[in-house]
C-alpha cells in the first residue's frame, strides 16, 4: 500500500494521528485493531520493511516523518500537535528534531500495535506491559521457516558430499543415515536451539547449540549410530555439535536483545573454536574412511 | 525480557549524567528497561540489558547519551567479515 494519510473511520480535527511503517503485516494489524475507531494513519515509505528494520536503516526516521507531515499537511487537518508512533520506531527518529521542525510532539506509544486499542483507552500513557519486550515461544517459532530455508541452502553441498562419500565407501544406508545425522544437527541448531533458548544454559548461543547439538548425537547413538569405528564416532559427535553451534550462534540476527558488541564478542571468542573442532571432525573421518 | 539476557559488560552505551535535563525520553524509548529517573535525572539500572539500538541516544535532545548502535546478527557480521577480505555474498535478510 502506497505511503502517505489515510482515514479510520471518519476521523475529524481531534482525532489522533498514528503513524506507521508501509509494511503489509503492521498496517494489517494497525487497521484491524483499530477497527471501529475515528483515526488518522499516516503511513511512512519503509520500502516494504517492518518498522524495527527500517528505524535501523533509517528510512523509517525523522527526515522522512518530516517530509510526511508537511505532504498531508496535518497541520492543517488537525489541532492537537501529537503524532502518535511505535516504541520500535525510535532508533531511526529524534523526537525534538521532529517537533522542531514541525510542531508536533511525539508520543511513542505501544511496542505492539495490538496494544494501540488499550493505549488509547488509556488516555494515551504507555504502560509497563505496552513498553516491554517480548520473545515468547511463538515469536520465537514464526522465526524458524526463514532461518531453516537459510540453513538448508548453506548445508546443501555438505549434505551432497557426505550422502555421495558414506554412499560410495559403505553403501546406500550410510550415505542415508549421515545426511540424516547432518539434517538433525542443523536443526538441533535453528529449530530447537531457539525453541528452548531461555531453557538452555547461556548466555552464549554457541553453548546453547553445543547442548542441543549433544542431544542429537544421543538420539543418533541410541538410533542409527554414530559411526562404525571410535575415530568416526568421534569425529561424528564433535562434527554434528559443531554444526549446531554455528546454527544457533546463527540466530543472534533474530532475536531482540543481542547488542552488536555482545554478537562480535561472541564471534571473536566461540568461532575460531568451531572451525578447529570441525576441521578435527573432518580429518577424524578422513582417517576412519582411509584407516 | 528479563529471562534473556546475552553477554554482559560488551554494551558501548555511555551517559553523561551531568547534561541530562530529565526529560524522561530514553525512558521512553528503551524496550530493555535501562533506565530510571531519579531525582530528576535518568540513571542506568541495567545496563547489560542494552542492545545497542540507538533509540536513546538519537532522542535524548541534550545527547547526554552515546552508543554505537548496530544489529546484533551473527549473519551480519559473518559477511561483513568476509567482504573485507574480498569474498562476496549474496546479501539477503534485514
Ligand atoms: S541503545 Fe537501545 S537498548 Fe540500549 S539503552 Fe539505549 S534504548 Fe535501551
Ligand atoms: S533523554 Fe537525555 S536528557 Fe532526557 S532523561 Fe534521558 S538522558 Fe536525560
Known sequence: MPPGLYAIGTPDQNSAVI??????LSFDIVRSSLAGRNLWLLVLETFGINVWCAAGKGSFGTEELVRRVDQAELANLVQHRTLLLPILGAPGVAAHEVSRQTGFRVNYATIRASDLPAYLDNGMQTTEAMRELTFSLR?????????????LKSILP?????????????GLPSGVYGCIALLGAMLAGTA????????????SFTLKGVVTGLL?????????????SPLAVLGTLLGLTAVSAFFAFNFTGCTPFTSLSGVRK?????????????????????????G | MKKFRYLKNVATLKYDEELCIGCGRCLEVCPHAVFKLLNGRAKIIDF?????????????????????????????????????????????GC
Do not use: H
Not at chain 1, 542429537?216 to 562404525?228: D, E, H, K, Q, V
Open chain 1, 19 to 24: 503513524v506507521t511503517a508501509n509494511y503489509k
Open chain 1, 139 to 151: 515469536d520465537r517459532a514464526v522465526l524458524i521457516p526463514v532461518e531453516l530455508v537459510q540453513a
Open chain 1, 158 to 170: 555438505f549434505l551432497i558430499s557426505v550422502f555421495l562419500i558414506g554412499w560410495w565407501t559403505a
Open chain 1, 192 to 203: 530447537v536451539a531457539p525453541l528452548l533458548l531461555p531453557w538452555l544454559p547461556g548466555p
Open chain 1, 216 to 228: 542429537w548425537c544421543g538420539i543418533c547413538a541410541i538410533t542409527i549410530g554414530l559411526g562404525s
Open chain 1, 266 to 290: 561472541e564471534m571473536q571468542l566461540a568461532l575460531p573454536k568451531l572451525v578447529v573442532v570441525g576441521l578435527t571432525a573432518a580429518i577424524l573421518w578422513g582417517c576412519a574412511l582411509l
Open chain 2, 48 to 92: 547489560d540489558a542494552c542492545m545497542e539500538c540507538g533509540a536513546c541516544a538519537k532522542n535524548c535532545p541534550v545527547t547526554a547519551l552515546a552508543v554505537t548502535a548496530g544489529v546484533g546478527c551473527a549473519a551480519g557480521l559473518l559477511t561483513e567479515w568476509l567482504r573485507e577480505r574480498g569474498v562476496k555474498l549474496k546479501q539477503d
